[in-house]
């Protein structure tokens, strides 16, 4: 599945038709998840499909992924990695789906591991394309240093009430990916967000890099510092 020409025309979908799908294309999403590239491969990550999750904002979709984790160091960037991965598979497929950092799961969720966010999806009752103008992001300058063609994916990802708090520089060939730190008030509640959010954008970072028909190399050792930002790691 080519995911890459999704991140120029996906959109979060917030209204759902809430018919379940058939039963053949949740399998296909099912064998797709098996098939995700981790960030961190010795971190497990498991979903469970539920057609119900508790959110206190009015966002209903027939379908979630109510997604867990070992709490292991990058197990956040490393869900956000997997799981944009899904949500422009979901595209591909001409379907909806909305990460939800509000919700949580409806039951006791029957794994070891731990709750982290639900990943709501189904069938749009609007569009969920939109053309490059349809995207209200940060320009360039803002969130990136010195030049490189695959920033653009990087910078069209999505993240948590679309704050970006992300930073890239671009040094020598590789990009070295930052996460901006926050006041201790902002922090309590997007913290925890702006990791998955990096994740995700080391996503699109990924298909990129793939796009151009190179490896995708990623460490989170040994990067230079970067005063008021949290060093996430480095893309050769
Ligand atoms: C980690 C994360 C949590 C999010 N939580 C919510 C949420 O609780 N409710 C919601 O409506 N949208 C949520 N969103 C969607 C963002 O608001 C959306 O991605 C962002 O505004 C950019 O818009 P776009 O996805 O249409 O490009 C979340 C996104 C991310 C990445």
Redesign the pocket.
């Known amino acids: 599945m080519h995911l890459y020409p999704y991140i120029f025309k996906r959109?979060?979908t917030?209204r759902y038709d809430m018919t379940p799908l058939r039963e053949s294309q949740l399998q296909d999403i099912r064998s797709f998840a098996k098939n995700m590239r981790p960030l961190f491969p010795a971190i497990r990550v498991e979903y469970r499909l539920d057609s119900n999750v508790r959110n206190i904002?009015p966002?209903k979709a027939p379908h979630n992924f109510i997604i867990s984790s070992e709490l292991k160091e990058g197990y956040l960037e490393n869900v956000g990695f997997l799981y944009q991965q899904m949500d422009l598979y979901l595209s591909s497929l001409g379907l909806g789906s909305?990460?939800?950092?509000?919700?949580k799961p409806s039951g006791a969720v029957d794994t070891h591991l731990e709750f982290v966010?639900v990943l709501a999806f189904g069938k749009p009752k609007d569009n969920p394309y939109r053309g490059p103008e349809g995207?209200n992001r940060k320009a360039l300058g803002d969130i990136a240093s010195g030049n490189d063609p695959r920033l653009e994916a990087v910078r069209l990802a999505?993240?948590?009430?679309?704050t970006q708090n992300w930073y890239f520089v671009c040094d020598g060939g590789e990009i070295h990916a930052y996460q901006k730190l926050l006041n201790p008030v902002k922090a309590k509640f997007y913290d925890r967000?702006n990791r998955?959010?990096v994740g995700?954008a080391l996503c699109h970072l990924y298909l990129a890099t793939v796009e151009q028909g190179k490896d995708f190399n990623f460490t989170n050792e040994g990067m230079p510092e970067l005063e008021g930002y949290r060093a996430i790691g480095t893309v050769g």
């Open positions: 959109r979060s917030r904002l966002v909305c990460w939800l950092g509000m919700a966010i995207f999505p993240s948590a009430s679309n967000f998955l959010d995700i």
